[in-house]
């Protein structure tokens, strides 16, 4: 069974102080990992998809990386409206549903 | 382009009762999953509807249903309800059913049972 467990859950930065949020993942045959990010009352909104081992993809002030094990998703002089919960999700060879993390709750403080 | 469009947003039923979740795909979309999230479980699947047939379903007891329309609009039902059963129900779409695209997400229903 897919297994994807996030670290830390929760976040306290200041603006401008960088950091990473970690995703691991136990899959029998990786076909993607998601990144998506969860506003207080809304549905999570997609931000990546990495599909193998050593890819990048950068979307403003974050980049998400993939290794065989884990994704990260690296967060550069975060602003306040960087403040969210970001999620990990993955699918698999043979199963078109999404496992999801449990997320990291990522504060930015003024 | 409007996104997944869910009704209602918010909802209040009282254990023993049915209620009937409505889901509107993304234009063009026609796969329609479903998810239940929970602060102790994150997102749990439900089921994944393509084509009016379920083509994946979670782990949930039987009392969770969903149907999808030849518009690819989908509800979910869920029967007998249970203090337990307290969520936020998410709808996503995407295009077809290729695992390499992202799953779009509405806003979801907050379901309140008491």
């Known amino acids: 069974e897919d297994q994807v467990t996030q670290s830390p859950e929760a976040l306290r930065l200041q603006e401008g102080e960088s950091s990473s949020l970690n995703c691991s993942y136990t899959v029998s045959g990786l076909r993607g990992l998601f990144w998506y990010r969860q506003d207080p009352g809304k549905g999570p909104e997609f931000l990546f998809t990495l599909y193998s081992a050593g890819e990048e993809k950068e979307k403003e002030r974050l980049k998400a990386t993939l290794t065989k094990k884990e994704s990260f998703l690296h967060i550069t002089a975060p602003k306040p409206e960087d403040s969210a919960t970001y999620l990990c999700?993955?699918?698999?060879?043979?199963?078109?549903?999404?496992?999801f993390g449990t997320g990291t709750r990522l504060t930015i403080i003024p | 382009k409007a996104g997944v469009t869910q009704t209602p947003r918010y909802l209040i039923k009282t254990r023993g009762q049915q209620v009937t979740l409505s889901c509107s795909p993304i234009s063009g979309h026609r796969s329609v999953s479903w998810y239940q999230q929970t602060p102790g479980q994150g997102l749990q699947f439900l089921f994944e509807?393509?084509?009016?047939?379920?083509?994946n379903k979670g782990n949930f007891p039987g009392r969770f249903s969903g149907r999808q329309f030849s518009n690819s609009r989908s509800e979910m039902n869920v029967s007998t309800l249970e203090l337990g059963d307290s969520a936020l129900y998410l709808c996503a779409s995407r295009r077809n059913r290729d695992v390499y695209s992202p799953l779009h997400f509405g806003n979801g229903t907050r379901l309140t049972v008491t």
């Open positions: 999700a993955v699918s698999n060879f043979g199963n078109e549903k999404l496992t």
């Open positions: 509807y393509f084509s009016e047939t379920q083509r």
